[in-house]
């Protein structure tokens, strides 16, 4: 097969998105912005989603004009050439060694909380969602879409059932309007809710495989954002409301806690069945991102050819696996050192920042019209968000200058190699 399969639809599309936007962090980052802002923190989210909407935007308009398997470094490259697409698909791949395996170990945390394990057996777990990830990548992206909209709709049903179990009304919903001195809180809790949506540029890569791009990827990008919005916005409330949160570990089973209260102690299972699952769901999209990226460089040229290969399903099976096995090799190097995986994270969501960043200056070039200037909105954007990490964007910065300083030194030795292979002249 030349190319990936297309058989993604709009159901399929949002379902992607929007499990991949809820994560983890549906389960903690609404106690944690209340904890930040208090009640404030509901105008925090409606802000934040207004503020994403740019982006989102232009996610829609390049997927729907440049839909490809490359996702933003495709459309970076587009924009600023080679250089630059090999560039922000380093920074892009930089996250598998760290990103993956923290996310792999809060989806297996959901199963220590029910049974008493010891790190061995937790990995073993890791090791299974793995090939769980790498079955369902064998069945085509409609799988993966399936699955992951039937996840969504659990989440949904169990969001409207906290909403009406907890006797939640608009009027609980009625906040005045942020003071002047609440604003500096809001800040703080926009900068940890900001990345509740970061999703978007691993849902570039799954733009090729839909139907219908230039109706169904953009309208998938857009409801899947409101939807994920729409959840956290709920859970926040209802978190509010019974005065869930506090300080970390009151945040941290926030959730749990509130189900517990609602519908007893077994609901510990549901939290945990719904937490993995939600895990996963993030987890899956961002490796087939990352396998998908890959086949598209190999099919390029741009990475060995034998990389390149497509099952009968339309699957990049020898990326796939590359991927797979990156991901094994570190979530036993982290356990077997037991490094901070909560430290790495925060190093690497540097990364995403200036990704995102990138392929807004990207659209800025690429689009016109109202297209440029949303694009020109959400630079800058990401540039504030970029500057509110401070220290959390060494990692990024670091593996900019070993980069850089790598180009440098194959550049030179390509020069050096091309003046040696010159005849001489007498």
Not at 334 to 353: S, T
Request: proline share 4%; net charge positive.
């Amino acid at each position: 097969m030349s190319g990936l399969k297309k058989d993604l639809g709009l159901w399929q599309g949002m379902g992607l998105l929007a499990t991949s936007l809820l994560g983890t962090g549906i389960f903690v980052v609404p106690a944690t912005a209340a904890s930040l802002a208090g009640g404030a923190s509901l105008w925090a989210w409606l802000l934040l989603i207004a503020l994403v909407l740019p982006i989102a935007f232009t996610f829609a308009r390049l997927g729907r004009r440049y839909p490809h398997a490359g996702g933003a470094p495709h459309l970076i490259g587009l924009a600023f050439g080679n250089g630059a697409e090999r560039f922000s698909a380093f920074l892009f791949l930089a996250v598998l060694p760290v990103g993956l395996p923290a996310a792999l170990m809060i989806a297996a945390g959901f199963w220590h909380a029910l049974f008493e394990m010891g790190e061995w057996t937790l990995w073993a777990i890791q090791l299974l969602t793995l090939l769980g990830v790498f079955l369902l990548g064998l069945r085509g992206a409609r799988s993966s879409g399936n699955l992951q909209l039937l996840i969504a709709l659990a989440i949904l049903g169990l969001t409207l059932l906290i909403w009406f179990k907890g006797e939640v009304s608009w009027r609980d919903a009625a906040r005045p309007l942020p003071s002047a001195d609440e604003w500096p809180p809001m800040a703080t809790a926009l900068a940890v809710m900001f990345w509740c949506f970061v999703g978007l540029e691993a849902f570039a890569h799954m733009g090729e495989e839909f139907k219908r791009p230039e109706r169904d990827y953009p309208i998938a990008l857009l409801g899947g954002v409101l939807l994920a919005g729409l959840i956290y916005w709920i859970h926040s409330l209802v978190v509010l409301k019974y005065g869930l949160y506090g300080d970390e570990a009151k945040n941290a089973t926030a959730i749990p806690s509130l189900l517990a209260l609602l519908f007893g102690p077994t609901a510990k299972w549901l939290v945990a069945v719904l937490g993995y699952l939600s895990c996963f769901a993030s987890i899956n999209i961002y490796i087939q991102g990352f396998a998908r990226l890959i086949w598209s460089m190999a099919r390029e040229g741009k990475l060995p050819p034998s990389l390149a290969v497509l099952t009968a399903r339309g699957a990049p099976l020898r990326a796939l696996g590359l991927v797979l096995a990156i991901c094994l090799l570190c979530i036993t190097f982290i356990i077997w050192l037991r490094l901070p995986l909560d430290e790495l994270i925060r190093y690497a969501n540097g990364n995403f920042v200036l990704v995102y960043l990138l392929c807004m200056a990207a659209g800025w070039r690429l689009l016109g019209g109202v297209g440029k200037g949303l694009a020109g909105i959400s630079v800058l954007l990401c540039a504030l968000v970029l500057a509110a990490l401070a220290s959390q964007v060494l990692y990024a910065v670091v593996l900019s200058f070993g980069y850089g300083c790598f180009s440098l030194w194959r550049r030179h030795l390509r020069r050096s190699r091309q003046q040696d292979a010159l005849p001489l002249v007498k």
